[in-house]
Each structure stands twice: as structure tokens, then as C-alpha cells.
């Protein structure tokens, strides 16, 4: 049947030399599937959970109170084994923990922050040197592998961490995180390409005569309405398959998160170091990562982008590394400024900096809250993570119902995930009401309220990680999908750069993790009005018109070409 499926022929014909126009199989699909259950696994379990866990413990058990520098915070612990309940009162200023890191005095909780911001600049700087030219010959699944395996070894490593060398588990972190972010670059540009190439897709007239050269205005109308007929099935097709990679995502991360409380369970019997049972998690989700990664390999096709036109025959290794990363840039440059013409791209790419800035740095600082703040124990974190990503699976598959039965935009139905995240931050800021504080419940006074929370948090992202991802899809420019996408996933998985690194400050500068729920509200709320404004049909429509000037340009050539310019501009105003 697969066989059968790879000789049918395509409905349209190719853009370049060598391109893979196979009909997407039931085979291809399962190995794109696979590493979003692979990978999803450490983002969620890893990055979402027992990362920032992980670090906070390993610094604490390094550090001292952030009211009495003089007492270590394990001494604390101890303390608080004989006269917990007579003494709760008077060390409410106590939950926070100091440690030195380069000279400075941080709290244990914002050194996890400002260690996830500098991941995703480093995470960033990746993006940057590898995506564009992802798009080009036959890397994109050797990114994939090595991006995967890489990830997988960093969070196998974390078994080796001990508390004297805390630092050491940031690079982990770091490593981690980027190669996370940058493996789901490579796997989102997959994305579009299998849609494209889905026989369900391939069957219409529409594809064969969307790839027709566009010599003057009349023929881009006729193609452009004939391709918008096709955006209904296209948007549709995409968002089942991005909404069944998350959910299978998440299921894969609610198993190992019982797993997970079951090895907790089991190491509470003996008398180990406080961070090894972290620790061993990490393991185990390096491992998931890594064995999963391996069908994937097998199952998913190379789909080659188009030849690199910058000659790099008979270089050296190392000249050759820096040809193809001095193109990464360029291009990274030239996608800017293709971006800014295409003006719907570039509204939603401003709203998905916001949002995903505020995806992370929730998520960051809800795991932390309850650690440090709520006092609740890794078991308690772990049930949390799992209810969480329960939720999360049941909003991947129940927001297009969602969707379908009030006739909701895509972009509607993501405002409508943001405006219930908001509820998050603005509960906490509850605990600051005086009649509310003194009740001693509400406003996350009880460790049981982040509980409801968390559901509402998954339930969010199950909606957001499928919609924004197959969104984005229809407003880039055929051909474009790994540099595009890579814009797109500089603030996406793993943590922001902006988000964590504002609340650490605000824990450093007042002692506690509450007053950070101000500036979460407001990071919420910002990229509604942005999303709403985004038009999906105009989008698409700029963006075939956009990879219709590209391709006369050519790929490698300066897209910041006057003539060309001008000739875009013209392009899009036409379309006004």
C-alpha cells in the first residue's frame, strides 16, 4: 500500500530540481508523530516540570536564607522537621533561598529564571545559524537526528549533577533547551510539506494551478482565488495532524509523569540525596527522548529543499561550516525583511513573541511558586505537571470542536485561549486583596488552588500549540517553511528570553514570587488585540505572491534589491 502510495502521481508540479512531490504516507506521518512524542516528553516533563525543579533544589541545597544570610536553607529544612507548624508564621520572609553565582546574590528561583533566558538566547543564536539553510539541500532531517540526540544525551547527563556543581546543570539546561527548540523547528517545517503533499490535498486541480508562474495581475487573481478554495481543506488538514502530534505528545508525557511519581514513591523509602530522584527523572526522559528519536529516523523522509546555491566544493570542513552559517545569517536577514513586507505574518509573529513570553514564563513561575511558596513536595509537583498535561490532551481534541460548533476563525478561537489563561495571573493577585488574605484561601493561599489552575493552563495550550503552529503555516511563502518557522520558534518551546528573566528580577528585588503576577497579566493580555487583527486569506494570499517575486529574484540572491522592492510593495498595495 505505501509502495503504491510513493508511485502516485502529484497534481503539481515541482519548484526545483529534485524536489520530493511523493504523496505523504500513513508511514511518514507515524514518524512525524513519533518525535513530537519523543521530544514532548522533556519539554513537558523536562522544561515544563523538573527542570526549574531541579535547579532551584540544586542551588538550594548551595545556598542560605534570604532573611538570615548566615543560615544555610538545608539547615532550615531540618529546623522545620520539630516545631514546622509553631514556627510557620514567623518565616513567612523565609521561603526564598540566596546563592552566589559570579559574584552576584540571586535567589534560588531566579537563577532557574535567568538560566531559561539565557537558554533561549542561546537557543536563538541556533535558530539563527541553521534554519534558513534548512530549506535547502538535504539537512533537514539530519538536523532533526542531531538537534534530538543531542537533547536527549544533555538530559541523560543530569544524573552526574550533584549540588557542588550546580552551574554545570545550567549548561545541561541550556544544551537542552535549545536543541528542544531547534528540533521543533525543524520538525514544524515538515509540517507544511506533508500537508502539501497529502494525497488528499495533491487530488485538486487547485495545487497544479497554484504552481503556475503569476505574469500579471489577472492571472495572480485567478490563482489566488482558486488556491484561497483550497485554505478550507489545507488549514484543516493541518491542524489535525498539528493537533494529533500534540495530543500524542502529551499522552506520552502524562505516562512518564506516573512513572515519574511511581520512582518518587519508591526513592521516599530510602535515605538518598534530595536531587537524585530529580535527577533519575531527567534520566529517564533523556532516554524516552533518545530511543523514540530512533523510528522517527527511519519513518519520516528526507523531503530535500532546493540546492544551495553558494559553492562550497573543494573547502575545507571548517570553511565550508562558515559558507553555509555566513548564509544563515544573510538569510535570516533577507526573511526579516520579506517578513516585514508581508505585513499578517508579521502582526502574528509580534503577537506569538508575546504570547509564547507569556506561555513560558506562566508555566516557569507557576512550577516555582509551588515549590518555594506553596511548599509543595516533588510528588505534589509531579501530580500538578500530570493534571496539567491531562488537560492538555483533552484541549487538543476538544478546541476544534470548540471551533467548528461556534464557526470561530482560527484567530478567534486563539484570543479566546488567551483571554482564559488570563484568569491565572489574575487569581493570584487575589492573595493581595486584605479581606481575601485574611481568610487564608483564595488567591493561592492553599497549595490545592494551583490544582484548577493547571487545568485551565493545559487546557490553553492544547488549543495554542496545535492552532498558532498550523496558523502560522498558511502565511509563509512556499519554500520558506524552515526560516520562517524558525522566527516563529525563537520564543516557543522550552522558555522565553524576555518573560523569566523580569520575574527573576522582580523575586530578587522583593523576596517573593506573588508580585510577579502583575507583570504575568499584563504579558497575557498583550498579544490579544494582535491576534484578532490578523487576516488567515490575506496572509496566505500576500504569501503566494511574496514566493512568486522570490522565486524570480532567486534564493540566494539580496531579497533587499531595489528594483524588487518596489516590485513587492507594489504587490501588496495592489492587494489593499
Known amino acids: 500500500m505505501e509502495e503504491d502510495g510513493k508511485a502516485a502521481q502529484s497534481q503539481r508540479r515541482p519548484q526545483y530540481v529534485g524536489e520530493d512531490l511523493s504523496p505523504t504516507t500513513t508511514r511518514e506521518l507515524r514518524g512525524f508523530y513519533i518525535y513530537g512524542l519523543a521530544a514532548e516528553v522533556f519539554a513537558v516533563c523536562g522544561v515544563g516540570s523538573f527542570l526549574p525543579v531541579t535547579l532551584e533544589q540544586l542551588a538550594r541545597e548551595r545556598g542560605v536564607l534570604w532573611s538570615d544570610k548566615t543560615t544555610s536553607c538545608m539547615a532550615k529544612k531540618a529546623a522545620e522537621t520539630g516545631a514546622q507548624l509553631l514556627a510557620r508564621a514567623a518565616e513567612e520572609d523565609n521561603n526564598q533561598c540566596v546563592v552566589h553565582v559570579l559574584g552576584a546574590e540571586i535567589t534560588t528561583s531566579s537563577f532557574a529564571m535567568y538560566t531559561f533566558s539565557l537558554a533561549v538566547f542561546v537557543q536563538a543564536l541556533a535558530l539563527v545559524s541553521f534554519s534558513s539553510f534548512a530549506d535547502h539541500g538535504n539537512y533537514r532531517k539530519k538536523l532533526l537526528l542531531g538537534f534530538g540526540f543531542t537533547g536527549a544525551i544533555s538530559s541523560m547527563l543530569f544524573l552526574l549533577i550533584i549540588p557542588k556543581i550546580f552551574l554545570l546543570g545550567s549548561i545541561l539546561v541550556i544544551i537542552g533547551v535549545t536543541c528542544l527548540g531547534s528540533s521543533f523547528v525543524i520538525l514544524n517545517s515538515f509540517l507544511p510539506l506533508l500537508v502539501a503533499n497529502h494525497p ?31 485554505d478550507s481543506s489545507a488549514l484543516k488538514l ?87 552559517t555566513s548564509f544563515a545569517w544573510r538569510s535570516l536577514w533577507r526573511t526579516i525583511k520579506i517578513t516585514i513586507k508581508l505585513r499578517q505574518a508579521l502582526i502574528f509573529l509580534v503577537a506569538w513573541f508575546l504570547l509564547s513570553d507569556a506561555i513560558a514564563t506562566v508555566s516557569g513561575t507557576a512550577i516555582l511558586f509551588a515549590r518555594t511558596e506553596l511548599k509543595m513536595g516533588t510528588v505534589a509537583i509531579a501530580l500538578l505537571s500530570i493534571t496539567a498535561t491531562s488537560s492538555g490532551i483533552a484541549g487538543a481534541f476538544v478546541w476544534p470542536i470548540i471551533s467548528r460548533r461556534y464557526a470561530l476563525k482560527t484567530n478567534r478561537t486563539i484570543v479566546a485561549c488567551i483571554a482564559l489563561m488570563e484568569i491565572i495571573p489574575l487569581y493570584g493577585l487575589l492573595g493581595f486583596i486584605p479581606f481575601v488574605k485574611a481568610w487564608g484561601v483564595g488567591g493561592l493561599q492553599k497549595s490545592w488552588e494551583i490544582f484548577p489552575l493547571a487545568f485551565i493552563h493545559g487546557f490553553v495550550m492544547g488549543g495554542l500549540s496545535s492552532y498558532c503552529r498550523s496558523f502560522f503555516g498558511l502565511l509563509i511563502p512556499p519554500g520558506s517553511e524552515a526560516a520562517f518557522y524558525a522566527l516563529y520558534a525563537i520564543t516557543d518551546k522550552g522558555s522565553s528570553a524576555v518573560g523569566p528573566a523580569i520575574v527573576g528580577m522582580i523575586v530578587d528585588a522583593t523576596g517573593q514570587i506573588r508580585p ?59 492587494h489593499d
Not at 523510528?295 to 528526507?302: A, D, K, V
Request: hydrophobic letters at 45%; aromatic letters at 10%; a neutral charge.
Open 516 to 574: 510577579a503576577f502583575f507583570f504575568l497579566a499584563l504579558l497575557i493580555a498583550l498579544p490579544a488585540p494582535l491576534i484578532w487583527m490578523v487576516d488567515a486569506e490575506r496572509g496566505q494570499a500576500d504569501a503566494i505572491r511574496m514566493a512568486e517575486i522570490m522565486k524570480k529574484v532567486g534564493a540566494a540572491e539580496d531579497f533587499g534589491d531595489d528594483r524588487h522592492g518596489v516590485e513587492a510593495e507594489g504587490l501588496m498595495r495592489d
Open 200 to 230: 488528499s490535498i495533491q487530488s485538486g486541480d487547485q495545487d497544479s494551478v497554484a504552481m503556475e508562474p503569476l505574469s500579471h495581475s489577472s492571472s495572480y487573481h485567478e490563482t489566488s482565488e482558486q488556491n484561497l478554495k483550497s
Open 238 to 324: 493541518s491542524t489535525q495532524i498539528s493537533s494529533k502530534g500534540v495530543g500524542i505528545g502529551y499522552a506520552a508525557a502524562v505516562f512518564v509523569q506516573i512513572l515519574s511519581i511511581l520512582l518518587f514513591f519508591l526513592m521516599s523509602k530510602t535515605s538518598v540525596s534530595s536531587t537524585l530522584p530529580l535527577r533519575l527523572v531527567l534520566f529517564l526522559v533523556g532516554v524516552w527522548w533518545f530511543a523514540f528519536t530512533i523510528p522517527s529516523s527511519i519513518w519520516l523522509r528526507s523531503r530535500p529543499g532546493p540546492p544551495l546555491k553558494t559553492s562550497t566544493s573543494g573547502q575545507s570542513k571548517l570553511r565550508s561550516c562558515l559558507a553555509y
